[in-house]
Structure formats: C-alpha cells, structure tokens
C-alpha cells in the first residue's frame, strides 16, 4: 500500500514537471511572455516592412541569370529581452517546383561602417522550407533593429522547365531568447 | 517494487535533463508574408503569313514532289513571333531530317539503306537561297552579309564543311546559324525565313525513290 502511494506521488510530480517543460517549450505566440525573478518580461519582434519582399510588378520575371532581385527586411526588437536571429523557414505554394530553380542568399547586415556582412543562408528556394537553423551574429537588444538582406537570382544554368511557373513562399524568421551563442 | 520505482524516477530524470538540454531558449517568430516569384516564358509561334495564324508548327512549307537531281523547290517563307512573357534578343535556325526507303525497294535504288544514314542524302540536298529578315536586319545565310548593316559576321554563315562551294542541309544541321537578332529585336516583331533547296544534279540513283523529311528548328534565347 505504502509503494503505491509512493509510485502515485512520484508519477503524478512528473508527470506536472514534463507538462511543465513541454509547455515551455512550445512554438511562440506572436509575444513570448519569460519571467524573470519576479518580472514578466516579453520576446516579441516585428518585421519591416510588414508587405511582402518580392513580387512579380516590381521585379520582373525571372529567368536564367536574369539579374538578382535584392531586398531589406528590419527584425525589430518590440519586447523586453535581447534577441539573435537563430532560423529561417519558408513555406510555398504555388507551382513550388519552382523553388528548385531559385537562389537565395540572407545576409545579417552589420550596424557601423565597414563591418562585415555575416552570411546567413545560401542555397535554393526549396532548401529553406525544409527549415534552416542559423547562428545570427548581433544580440539585438530592446528597442534596436537588425537588417536581413535577402538577394534572390535565377542561376544561368537553370533550364526550361521552369518557363510559365508561378509560386508564392512566407519567409518565417526566429530569433531566440537568450541571445547568447 | 522499490527497485522498480526507483528505475522509472531516473528515467523520468534522464528524460527531463534530456529534453533541457535540446530546448534551451524561448523563440518567437516572424513571417514576410505572400512573396511571389515568376519565371517568365519564351513561347516561339511560326505561321506561312505574317498575319498568322500563328502555331507551334507548321508543315509543307519545302515540297518537292516526285524529285529528280536538279529540282529546286520555289521560294518558301516562315514567319516567326514571340508570344512569350519574356523577350528574347537572338535566334538560331538549324534542322534534322530522316529518309524513309520506299516500299517495295526499287531495283534501280543502289542504297536500300539511306535511311539508316541520312546524312548521305542531306549532302544532296542543297540551299540555294537563304535570307533571314526583319525591320532592321536582311541576312544572307550563305554569306553571313547583312545588306542593311553592311556586317558580315560568321556565326551568321553555314560553313562550307566540305568546301565545294555549296551548302547542303547537312552542313546546315553541323553549323547551326547563331545569334541571328531575335523577333523582339525590332518594331512589328515578327522575323521571316526564306529559303530554296534544290536536290543536286550530281546525286546519283542511290536516293531513287526515297523520301527526305526536312524539319526546321527556329530557336528563340534570351
């Protein structure tokens, strides 16, 4: 009698400990809520510009070695805690074959004169909705912004089967609390 | 009992610093939203008139019927449009061809086997005028001359492979002709191929009765 009490008491602590860390664990609502000592601070970012990077009016078609197609997109920091860009995932549709024939490089741009781009990703469309994990250069602190440039290119080689197609993708961009590599 | 309890405590531990030490940071997530990205087209239409119809292909624009050495056919032309999203800047012409025996053999066909080397019978098959136009080029395609810009360039010439002053299908199809200025190149964007091929007086009877189907490969690049 004594051991079952003993086995219900220890099943049931982890049993609360292991919801506890798959709680904590779970993907980010749009503000990630972490308390500190007895302060609730937030991680929460926003993207600038808030429309999409890349479209057709603007950039043309694209076509074997056609000329590269480059854009900023500002991480901000709108939360309370410091930040790192930590992954990049996109998610298409469309004619998403297309994505095997598209380019793309993700730069973290440096913040003063001179200072060295940090490249983040360089591989075809279609590689980054398989998710990429990165190592973002800066910590981001609250208020202050970190720019991606995102260059996308058709390469020379790319053949005709990609004539006529058509695809949309969502680029999702994480960063991680704490910032520390 | 005991031994039990404490086996599934240190599992349950194992598992906990396992899973701390995979997810060891909070993330948030934010996402650019309805990029989209197009290939453009190069869609390639030929037609008998500059007025169309337009298709992707079209047939018996070289006939000769019931050939012998020395028939010529008539002036025949091919007009060729891009309807694709994209423009092109230059056009290359070639060709293939196969033979087709005829059926019975005729005793007087001394090559029952042309079809099986084509190449011989295209050597026969000559082109005795070629011009490729538009708006702002007039090329002769035995020369390499422009006559509107006064150029003369090579990859605008079939070479004479076997240097008897004459041009065959067959050299056609070994020197493509090149980086011709595309269609989209000029105002009305249409760009025309005229040619005449005559089969030569020299081809001997092992082509009697065998059939050559030329076919024309108009090709638009960016």
């Given amino acids: ?181 | 009992m005991k031994r039990t309890l404490t086996a599934i405590v240190l599992i349950g531990i194992v598992a906990m610093l396992a899973g701390a030490g995979t997810y060891s940071y909070f993330s948030d997530t934010g996402t650019s939203t309805g990029n989209t990205f197009t290939a453009g087209t190069l869609d390639l239409k030929v037609s008998h008139s500059s007025l169309g119809p337009w298709t992707d292909g079209v047939t018996g624009t070289w006939t000769l019927s019931n050939m012998k050495p020395g028939d010529e056919t008539p002036t025949a032309s091919v007009f060729f449009k891009n309807f694709g999203s994209l423009a092109s800047s230059t056009t290359e012409i070639t060709c293939s061809y196969t033979v087709t025996e005829e059926t019975p053999q005729t005793e007087a066909d001394t090559d029952p086997n042309t079809d099986e080397h084509p190449d011989e019978m295209a050597k026969h098959m000559m082109i005795t005028m070629m011009f490729y136009k538009n708006d702002h080029v007039n090329i002769n395609g035995l020369t390499g001359y422009d006559s509107y810009s006064g150029l003369t360039k090579d990859d605008w010439k079939i070479n004479d492979a076997n240097g008897d002053g004459k041009i065959s299908l067959y050299e056609l199809k070994l020197d493509p002709l090149i980086n011709l200025p595309s269609p989209d190149t000029q105002p009305n964007k249409i760009s025309q191929l005229d040619m005449r091929i005559k089969f030569d007086e020299n081809a001997g009877n092992d082509f009697q009765g065998d059939a050559f189907d030329l076919t024309m490969i108009f090709t638009l690049k960016q």
Wanted: overall charge neutral; hydrophobic content about 40%.
């Fill in chain 1, 1 to 181: 009698m004594k051991h079952k009490q003993i086995f219900t008491s220890a099943f049931t602590i982890m049993l609360v400990l292991s919801l506890v860390m798959f709680m904590a664990n779970q993907p980010p609502a749009s503000v990630h809520a972490i308390f500190l000592g007895k302060n609730e601070k937030n991680l929460d970012i926003e993207l600038s510009p808030p429309e999409p990077l890349f479209y057709p009016k603007k950039d043309g078609y694209f076509y074997p070695g056609s000329p590269k197609i480059t854009e900023n997109l500002e991480v901000i920091n709108v939360g309370d805690v410091p930040f790192r860009i930590c992954r990049f995932n996109a998610t298409s549709n469309g004619n998403i074959r297309l994505a095997d024939g598209l380019e793309m490089e993700i730069l973290e741009l440096g913040k003063g004169k001179g200072e060295k781009p940090n490249l983040l990703y360089n591989g075809t469309l279609s590689s980054l909705t398989e998710g990429m994990e990165v190592n973002g250069k800066s910590a981001v602190p609250q208020g202050k912004s970190v720019a991606l440039q995102f260059t996308v290119w058709m390469p020379e080689t790319a053949g005709s089967e990609y004539q006529g197609l058509n695809m949309t993708a969502d680029i999702a961009v994480t960063v991680r609390f704490p910032p520390a590599k």
